[in-house]
């Protein structure tokens, strides 16, 4: 296996040599190698190298929530680059979800969203099933 450094470096002669399809196998290659946060964030910043070059569908996806996702985004939004997809996220308020569910002119749906995940803890929205009265 090689070393996250060496798999960085080929990936810089790609770009040097404008090699896409290698730059994008490189980087699917680093992320199954070290699928981490430092790698995730690695894989956002070329991005930009690879839009305009290789085919990418866009996708807006908007999180309602109940805890703090905001550290899982870059992961997402690497795993959905190295799949295919422009991955845009809009994350709603902390534990604003109900409220934005019900409000049409909420930043939810303000932002238009193809997709929309709900992150709410077991204990915020069934708290009779978290706290074991049932």
């Known amino acids: ?13 790609a770009i040097a040599r404008q090699d896409w399809g290698e730059m994008y196998y490189l980087l ?18 070329k991005g930009e190298y690879l839009r305009g070059h290789v085919s990418l569908s866009p996708c807006r996806m ?5 805890f703090t996702i905001e550290p899982v ?7 959905a680059l190295l799949k295919g997809i422009d991955l ?3 994350v709603c308020g902390f534990n604003t979800y109900a409220q934005d569910l019900l409000d049409a002119q909420s930043p939810l749906y303000q932002s238009s969203p193809d997709v ?6 077991t204990r915020d929205i069934a708290p009779e099933l978290w706290s074991g009265i049932s």
């Open 1 to 13: 296996m090689k070393s996250t450094a060496v798999m960085r470096d080929q990936v810089e002669h």
């Open 28 to 45: 699917r290659a680093a992320w199954a190698a070290d699928a981490t946060p430092a790698t995730a964030n690695y894989i956002l910043s």
């Open 62 to 66: 908007a999180v309602a929530r109940s």
């Open 73 to 79: 985004v870059p992961l997402c939004r690497a795993v």
């Open 88 to 90: 845009t996220v809009q």
């Open 116 to 121: 929309v995940l709900l992150a709410v803890q």
